[in-house]
């Protein structure tokens, strides 16, 4: 047990600091304390005692240097069981120090906000990591707080401890303390890399906060966990979870995916089905009522148990279609009151309102684990370059273009290789993850007979539809494997070496095709 008689408080946060400090004067632990901190705590008529008067050297620089003193250092760092750290703090009159609470100045909140790069380098805390670092190393003798989540705990210890805490709850707190300032020092490495438009630094870090410990991941055998960090976006991480079971691994992920291609459709409203982070129906159109029943009639049978995304606020219309589906996850931007009052009704319904849409074209990195090692890359953040041409001799009609754009836009979001049909806004089939190309668009195309055969159509879907391929097809096979489905036009990235015999294969069947002289694999 190590007794607290005299605690450290530098917060930027205020949050629990009245009910902490209250507790520590009450209970005649001696209150050091800087700044706003003192103020803030000599408003509540408490006694604290200023750290300038401890070290007997002033706050100077602005502020910028306070707590950076032996008095205060050695406080935290003294072994108590060391007869010379205790002669040296006889020597020199330094006192112990048994807790320290701080927290950091924001950082994160500041860049967030798009302040000038001189107010972020200002938050930028230099005292508050030292110390941090100094107490955790000590927590066999100290106890550091970085949290104000933490303060009932410590107070808790305290309470039952006569004033003390146990060694298990100062080593768990120093975990916590290195992670946060480790976390901040990513922050602050990564900005300052996009500051100096440097993607890649010799040195990689990266943070994040746990959102939620999760009931297992992929599979029931692996542990997983949720954390939020990076630059914000709204979506899945910032979203509120307002009804339903606990959010799983393969939930977030699957739902992320849905949200992400819901974001790319900015133009009117927009319904995303996805199942097992491949779209299974997705659709444009008038309303979310309409886009909604289109997304389904893709594939109705995949849609069970699947994830809908909408790009707008999510109405009663579109909630009671909804309700009729066995859907794990639903997520938007907002949802009216009586469409809540709908869902309401389905408790174990997860449903996400994430206060708005992500930016599909906003800057940022995506991260993959490796043995060993990670694979850092900007995000996919464009669907098609400005200079997309036709290079066959018909063109395609003002209708097949459009479809041809929603349809490509799709694909990006379809794992590799991906064949995407598509006909009047919404999708007929999808093809994807397959390791031939060809089989991606025969899979696709038995989808949009399928479809069209459970609506009660006799012809398939794929007739009349154009078709979206992700990269650009090696041979002229995948092609015709889309024209015999009943593609008319076909939007592809170019760039083979067979694109000629391509082309040729293309224009002998009257074909439109467009190169966007993009791909978008996705694996």
Same mark, same amino acid.
């Given at each position: 047990?190590?007794? !607290? #008689?005299?605690?450290?408080?530098?917060?930027?946060?205020?949050?629990?600091?009245?009910?902490?400090?209250?507790?520590?004067?009450?209970?005649?632990?001696?209150?050091?304390? #800087? &700044?706003?901190? =003192?103020?803030?705590?000599?408003?509540?008529?408490?006694?604290?005692?200023?750290?300038?008067?401890?070290?007997?050297?002033?706050?100077?620089?602005?502020?910028?240097?306070?707590?950076?003193?032996?008095? !205060?250092?050695?406080?935290?760092? =003294?072994?108590?069981?060391?007869?010379?750290?205790?002669?040296?703090?006889?020597?020199?009159?330094?006192?112990?120090?048994?807790?320290?609470?701080?927290?950091?100045?924001?950082?994160? /909140?500041?860049? +967030?906000?798009?302040?000038?790069?001189?107010?972020?380098?200002?938050?930028?805390?230099?005292?508050?990591?030292?110390?941090?670092?100094?107490?955790?190393?000590?927590?066999?003798?100290?106890?550091?707080?970085?949290?104000?989540?933490?303060?009932?705990?410590?107070?808790?210890?305290?309470?039952?401890?006569?004033?003390?805490?146990?060694?298990?709850?100062?080593?768990?707190?120093?975990?916590?303390?290195? &992670?946060?300032?480790?976390?901040?020092?990513?922050?602050?490495?990564?900005?300052?890399?996009?500051?100096?438009?440097?993607?890649?630094?010799?040195?990689?870090?990266? &943070?994040? %906060?746990?959102?939620?410990?999760?009931?297992?991941?992929?599979?029931?055998?692996?542990?997983?966990?949720?954390?939020?960090?990076?630059?914000?976006? $709204?979506?899945? /991480? #910032? =979203?509120?979870?307002?009804?339903?079971?606990?959010?799983?691994?393969?939930?977030?992920?699957?739902?992320?995916?849905?949200?992400?291609?819901?974001?790319?459709?900015?133009?009117?409203?927009?319904?995303?089905?996805?199942?097992?982070?491949?779209?299974?129906?997705?659709?444009?159109?008038?309303?979310?009522? +309409?886009?909604?029943?289109?997304?389904?009639?893709?594939?109705?049978?995949?849609?069970?148990?699947?994830?809908?995304?909408?790009?707008?606020?999510?109405?009663?219309?579109?909630?009671? *279609?909804?309700?009729?589906?066995?859907?794990?996850?639903?997520?938007?931007?907002?949802?009216?009151?009586?469409?809540?009052?709908?869902?309401? *009704?389905?408790?174990?319904?997860?449903?996400?309102? =994430?206060? &708005?849409?992500?930016?599909?074209?906003?800057?940022?990195?995506?991260?993959?684990?490796?043995?060993?090692?990670?694979?850092?890359?900007?995000?996919?953040?464009?669907?098609?370059?400005?200079?997309? $041409?036709?290079? %066959?001799?018909?063109?395609?009609?003002?209708?097949?273009?459009?479809?041809?754009?929603?349809?490509? #836009?799709?694909?990006?979001?379809?794992?590799? $290789? /991906?064949?995407?049909?598509? *006909?009047?806004?919404?999708?007929?089939?999808?093809?994807?993850?397959?390791?031939?190309?060809? $089989?991606?668009?025969?899979?696709?195309?038995?989808?949009?007979?399928?479809?069209?055969?459970?609506?009660?159509?006799?012809?398939?879907?794929?007739?009349?539809?154009?078709?979206?391929?992700?990269?650009?097809?090696?041979?002229?096979?995948?092609?015709?494997?889309?024209?015999?489905?009943?593609?008319?036009?076909?939007?592809?990235?170019?760039?083979?070496?067979?694109?000629?015999?391509? !082309?040729?294969?293309?224009?002998?069947?009257?074909?439109?095709?467009?190169?966007?002289?993009?791909?978008?694999?996705?694996?």
């Amino acid at each position: 047990m190590s007794k !607290i #008689t005299r605690a450290l408080i530098s917060v930027s946060d205020k949050t629990g600091l009245e009910d902490l400090a209250r507790y520590l004067s009450e209970n005649d632990v001696e209150i050091l304390s #800087t &700044g706003g901190t =003192a103020k803030a705590i000599r408003d509540l008529d408490l006694a604290v005692k200023d750290v300038s008067e401890e070290t007997g050297f002033p706050e100077i620089m602005g502020g910028r240097v306070k707590t950076l003193h032996p008095k !205060i250092h050695g406080g935290l760092l =003294a072994r108590r069981d060391d007869d010379g750290h205790l002669q040296a703090m006889t020597e020199q009159g330094i006192g112990r120090i048994d807790l320290l609470v701080v927290n950091l100045y924001p950082f994160e /909140a500041t860049v +967030e906000g798009g302040a000038p790069f001189a107010d972020c380098i200002e938050n930028i805390d230099i005292g508050g990591p030292a110390l941090i670092r100094a107490a955790a190393k000590n927590h066999e003798f100290v106890t550091v707080v970085v949290d104000p989540a933490d303060y009932g705990q410590v107070i808790g210890e305290m309470a039952a401890n006569d004033g003390a805490t146990t060694p298990e709850l100062r080593k768990q707190l120093a975990a916590r303390a290195y &992670g946060r300032t480790g976390a901040y020092d990513a922050a602050i490495s990564g900005w300052f890399s996009e500051q100096l438009g440097e993607p890649f630094p010799p040195r990689f870090a990266v &943070g994040g %906060t746990l959102k939620q410990t999760l009931r297992y991941g992929e599979n029931p055998h692996q542990e997983a966990a949720f954390y939020t960090g990076g630059p914000a976006r $709204n979506g899945v /991480a #910032t =979203a509120e979870q307002i009804q339903g079971k606990e959010l799983s691994f393969n939930n977030l992920n699957d739902t992320d995916a849905a949200f992400e291609l819901a974001a790319e459709f900015t133009d009117g409203p927009a319904c995303i089905i996805v199942k097992h982070a491949n779209p299974c129906g997705v659709a444009v159109a008038d309303s979310l009522t +309409e886009a909604y029943s289109k997304a389904l009639a893709c594939d109705t049978e995949s849609a069970f148990g699947g994830i809908v995304a909408v790009n707008q606020t999510l109405d009663e219309a579109t909630a009671l *279609k909804i309700a009729d589906l066995f859907a794990e996850v639903i997520i938007a931007p907002d949802i009216d009151p009586v469409a809540r009052e709908i869902f309401a *009704k389905k408790k174990n319904l997860r449903v996400l309102v =994430a206060g &708005g849409m992500p930016d599909p074209a906003a800057m940022g990195m995506t991260l993959r684990s490796l043995s060993g090692g990670y694979l850092l890359q900007g995000r996919d953040n464009r669907v098609m370059e400005q200079s997309f $041409n036709v290079p %066959t001799k018909r063109q395609p009609t003002d209708a097949e273009m459009a479809d041809l754009i929603f349809a490509f #836009t799709v694909a990006k979001h379809v794992t590799s $290789n /991906a064949i995407v049909y598509a *006909k009047g806004g919404a999708t007929v089939g999808v093809g994807a993850g397959q390791m031939s190309r060809v $089989n991606s668009s025969r899979i696709a195309a038995w989808k949009a007979a399928d479809a069209a055969r459970l609506a009660g159509d006799k012809n398939s879907w794929a007739q009349g539809s154009v078709a979206a391929s992700d990269a650009f097809f090696p041979f002229a096979d995948g092609l015709l494997a889309t024209v015999e489905a009943g593609a008319t036009a076909i939007i592809q990235p170019g760039g083979s070496i067979r694109d000629l015999e391509i !082309i040729e294969a293309a224009d002998e069947l009257d074909i439109a095709m467009v190169f966007t002289g993009m791909r978008h694999f996705r694996h």
